[in-house]
């Protein structure tokens, strides 16, 4: 049994960031859940926050705390992916208004404080957004950097390419200056690019062998999940589509569903043809600092039996 693992997930609901927050609850015996910390990303801040309070109320954990933090990106204007998610992020279920109150205080205080209090190298951070939070925390606070345990984050992509450019993933797209400043700070980064997740897709047996769960959150996330592919399906005529955020947290729960390397990655913050993509030395042609271990491989449906299998406890 692994032990407790305490972490700190910032996220930008949407659908598969909702299927990452189900899959840490649960896991209660392995995974703390310190915070929710919403950021501005696949819809705007208000629905990310929103949608966060959803899924803790979907899920019976009105316990923890949710905050709401950066409404745009550093520099840029916000691009936003309603084509994806629908205009409120977590189309699909019909499921109430969140009664439950977003916290007092800026989610960037709440991670800085964190961080600070926590004992030394025992917090994660589980990143399932745009980076705009955790860059602005490190710029605040460069102190905290040393203390985190790791940040596992969704994002980027090498021989797979881009999703929202032909570059570039939507989680750097969005804010590539806040990415940039991560992947240079020297925060020890496990990073689920899309070589990952589009091979982690939602094909009809896995989402029939969800729906066979039979709970009130199951069967929202069935819903959640059969709204998401849609996009997929209809443009690519794939079988289901790419479950990308839960992989974040199924590297903490199973590590060895995944295989990768450390390698040096840099981001794409001037060119406007390539802007946001993430530069990944996979084959170590140059002798720059390899600042992330980038995973390529996953066993999918080890992966699958995990969410399932968690899904069902919830
Ligand atoms: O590119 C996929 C990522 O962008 C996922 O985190 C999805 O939720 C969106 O945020
Ligand atoms: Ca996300």
Redesign the pocket.
Known sequence: MSSLRKIIIDT?P?Q??AAAIMLAFGSPSEIEILGITAVA??VPLSYTSRNARIICELCGRTDTRVFAGADKPIKRKLVT?EHV?GKTGLDGPVLPEPTMALQQGHAVDFIVDTIRREEEGSVTLCT??PLTNIALAFEKAPDIVSRIRELVM??GGFFEGG??TPAA???IYVDPEAADIVFRSGVPIVMMP?DV?HQLLTRKDRVGRMAEIGTPPAKAMVEMLEFFERFDVEKYGSDGGPL??PTVIAYLLKPELFSGRECNVEIETKSELTEGMTVVDWWHVTDRKRNAKVMRFVDADGFFDLLIERFARI
């Open positions: 930008d949407g598969d960031d990303g696949n992916a998610h399932l957004g969704m994002g999703n929202i993933e939507f989680n899309l997740t990308h955020d």
